[in-house]
């Protein structure tokens, strides 16, 4: 579905992605994981065709794509929008379809910014499942939500994939990600690791850089083993 060759970017006389090549096929589920400045959203904006490298290829297979932002922050808070106005820009045929599939169709005539930041985000999933795209980008997705908003989301996550959908999703939320994910790329300007969750060892590529997190992962891993 995506072919990237060696891509690098630069972006204020500043290398940020160095010859990074990776594919992402249908159905996949990718967690792209790394510190800040690793360069992941600028992976995200090469996908979405808003970033072109300075050398390398890119190739998307399909022009039908959905993308997550970080936060919910799309209308101005002046402009009462309503949730179903939100979610028919991104199709006004599938809109009441859309917030249906994320659990949202009671709350069509709401105006968007008295929703709470998890029930944004959700609607905001709407809004790109009403394009019926076949690959779906998130970044930082629930950032700012609270843990039972986040459980939700990820369980609409889980659901898309199940039904087929491929999701590319950037997230700080490591132990979550190895639970969610069917792949995971670690980046540092370049790729440190592609591969499966089962093959990923957090001990090699996390302390540097997710000191807190390893602490967890190497709790748990023990425990399993005590």
């Given at each position: 579905?995506?072919?990237?060759?060696?891509?690098?970017?630069?972006?204020?006389?500043?290398?940020?992605?160095?010859?990074?090549?990776?594919?992402?096929?249908?159905?996949?589920?990718?967690?792209?994981?790394?510190?800040?400045?690793?360069?992941?959203?600028?992976?995200?904006?090469?996908?979405?065709?808003?970033?072109?490298?300075?050398?390398?290829?890119?190739r998307v297979a399909t022009k039908k794509i959905g993308y997550i932002p970080q936060r919910a922050a799309v209308h101005n808070s002046q402009v009462p929008v309503s949730v179903l106005e939100v979610v028919s820009l991104g199709s006004a045929t599938n809109a009441h379809q859309a917030l249906a599939e994320v659990g949202m169709a009671d709350m069509a005539a709401k105006p968007f910014t008295h929703l709470s930041g998890g029930q944004q985000q959700r609607v905001l999933i709407a809004k790109a499942l009403a394009g019926e795209p076949d690959l779906l980008i998130l970044d930082e997705p629930t950032t700012g939500i609270d843990e039972r908003s986040q459980k939700e989301f990820y369980d609409i996550l889980r659901r898309l994939q199940?039904?087929?959908?491929?999701?590319?999703?950037?997230?700080?939320?490591?132990?979550?990600?190895?639970?969610?994910?069917?792949?995971v790329i670690c980046v540092n300007g370049g790729i440190l690791y592609d591969g499966s969750v089962e093959h990923f060892e957090a001990d090699e590529y996390l302390p540097k850089f997710y000191a807190a997190q390893h602490r967890i992962l190497h709790h748990k891993h023990g425990a399993a083993h005590a």
């Open positions: 579905m995506v072919d990237v060759d060696g891509a690098t970017v630069i972006l204020g006389g500043q290398t940020v992605v160095k010859g990074v090549s990776f594919c992402v096929h249908a159905g996949e589920f990718i967690g792209l994981i790394g510190p800040n400045g690793a360069g992941k959203t600028t992976l995200l904006r090469v996908l979405l065709g808003l970033q072109q490298p300075a050398s390398g290829d890119v199940s039904k087929g959908m491929t999701l590319v999703m950037v997230s700080h939320d490591i132990e979550v990600v190895l639970q969610l994910v069917t792949r």
